[in-house]
């Protein structure tokens, strides 16, 4: 019997299963979806759906351009230049204005087109000063302000007003008339006799630079012998450049126990020699209860060699170091009551401008004791205390001796 069942399968009508039956019965499949299926079994799917994705959208973006070309260059291709120049513009319709009433003239103006408004300031385009100008001093004013105001060096204030400041920035005062130089220099009035060599061999400048000043207003034929200039008595000069000492109007160096006399000049507060008495430490104290300005500054450059510090009138002033008075009493130069001290180790201190004296000549006095009081005698513009430090041969800045503030 099995050989039977074996012989009926081998010898099934067709020899062939039902697979191969079933699949000569479809229609033959579509090149496409063969491909397809075969990039899907190599995995490639994926990306055969972002090719497709891309394709379509430049497909896309290419149909809305030529769509939107066509929308705005819809113009006849086929106007020759004839018929373009045949064309006439559209007339503008006539506007009925009415005029305007009376109590409409404020709008005039605003009808007869583009209007301008009027500057008030004009630009005028700066040029450099060459004369000499005249500023009445104001309440408040100081050297340095002045100065700053007109862009030039404080000393060129004091050499520009001997005669009016004599050489002393306390001498400002209100409504005084200073010559402003247009320059930083010095103001010289010609004397009889002088020659331009020595001019400016004074002033430590060429003569050159004196003839060529515009502001001088020389004739340069004039000039061709120096000793002997074509230039009248009486005439000021600008002198660009120029610089001289200053004409000392403080206390002089120097003025010790031991040689009080140097101060005779000074005025009658001078003292005679003093033997022994105390000396001081080296180091210095405050002179008041204040550590801040109420004035100038220390300035060489403006011949102020000291310190102007702040305090009331009748406040305590104080010896910044033990020593002798060697100066007590009124000062002709400016400095009004003042008092000097030497402290016996090359140091000198003075203190001007006092309301009150509390020490006599060749007292010995210590360190931080009270000598007097803040006042504003002598040339002063209010209560403060000048405050100088000496050696035998200068005048130091006392803001690097004294404690910080």
Not at 45 to 55: K, V
Not at 176 to 187: F, K, R, S
Not at 353 to 378: P, R
Request: glycine share 12%.
């Amino acid at each position: 019997m099995n050989n039977e069942f074996h012989e009926d399968i081998l010898q099934e009508p067709g020899g062939e299963s039902e697979e191969e039956n079933s699949a000569s019965q479809l229609p033959e499949q579509n090149i496409v979806a063969r491909w397809t299926d075969i990039l899907l079994r190599m995995g490639l799917g994926e990306t055969l759906l972002r090719a497709g994705t891309t394709i379509l959208s430049l497909v896309i973006i290419l149909g809305a351009t030529l769509l939107l070309h066509r929308f705005y260059h819809n113009i006849p291709v086929n106007v020759t230049a004839q018929e373009l120049e045949s064309i006439e513009p559209t007339p503008t319709p006539d506007l009925n204005a009415e005029p305007l009433n009376e109590e409409d003239n404020y709008l005039a103006p605003l009808s007869y087109g583009v209007q301008r408004q009027a500057r008030i300031h004009t630009n005028i385009p700066s040029r450099p000063r060459t004369e000499v100008v005249t500023y009445t001093v104001q309440a408040g004013d100081t050297v340095f302000g002045i100065a700053e105001k007109y862009g030039l060096q404080p000393e060129t204030i004091l050499w520009g007003n001997y005669f009016t400041l004599l050489d002393d920035p306390h001498n400002l005062s209100e409504n005084q008339a200073l010559n402003i130089l247009p320059t930083d220099g010095t103001y010289y009035q010609w004397q009889a006799g002088d020659g331009l060599n020595g001019v400016a061999k004074y002033f430590d400048v060429d003569a050159n630079e004196i003839i060529n000043y515009p502001g001088n207003n020389l004739n340069p034929d004039g000039m061709s012998d120096l000793t002997n200039p074509d230039i009248e008595p009486g005439t000021w000069l600008i002198i660009p450049g120029g610089r001289r000492e200053f004409i000392s109007w403080s206390a002089p160096l120097g003025i010790t126990r031991d040689n009080p006399a140097s101060a005779r000049v000074l005025g009658p507060g001078a003292c005679d020699p003093v033997s022994g008495g105390a000396v001081g430490y080296g180091y210095f104290v405050w002179p008041s209860n204040k550590h801040y300005l109420s004035g100038y500054d220390y300035s060489p450059k403006s011949n102020h060699w000291g310190i102007d510090i702040a305090g009331y009138e009748g406040e305590g002033i104080y010896a910044v170091d033990a020593g002798v008075v060697v100066y007590s009493g009124w000062n002709e130069y400016g400095y009004g009551n003042m008092i000097i001290l030497d402290h016996g180790n090359g140091w000198q201190s003075l203190y001007a401008h006092l309301s009150e004296i509390y020490v006599g000549c060749g007292q010995s006095v210590g360190q931080g004791d009270a000598i007097g009081a803040f006042g504003s005698t002598g040339r002063s513009s209010g209560t403060h205390l000048h405050f100088e430090l000496m050696t035998p041969s200068y005048k130091p800045n006392p803001w690097d001796y004294l404690p910080p503030p």
